[in-house]
């Protein structure tokens, strides 16, 4: 079994309220989960209307599935174009 754990740290610049913030986040959550069966939440920085630290899981029998699956979460909230990514760390145990 290969736990693989993603932590991204997220700046959402026109968030002008933690309510629009939550709102940005919902949806990303959601459209993460649902693509890729991940588990995800925000792990940090809640009360920050501008930054976010979200934590992603991803359990499998393969270190090379749980690898890819994570890059490519991290590829799609890129691609989303809402947040940016200001840091990325990944591991694998």
């Known amino acids: 079994m290969v736990v693989g754990i993603l932590v ?5 610049s026109e968030a002008n309220s933690l309510k629009s913030k939550r709102r940005v ?3 990303l959550l959601d459209k ?3 693509r890729y069966n991940v588990s995800v939440a925000e792990v ?3 009360d920050t209307w501008h930054f976010s630290t979200i934590g992603v899981s991803f359990i499998s029998n393969d270190s090379a599935h749980v690898h ?4 490519a979460v991290v590829r799609f909230v890129e691609g989303l174009g809402t ?3 200001l840091d990325v760390r990944m591991e694998l145990l």
């Open 32 to 34: 993460v989960k649902a």
């Open 83 to 85: 947040v940016e990514l």
């Open 25 to 27: 986040l919902k949806s």
């Open 44 to 46: 940090g920085k809640q």
């Open 68 to 71: 890819q699956t994570l890059t």
């Open 8 to 12: 991204m740290e997220l700046r959402m």
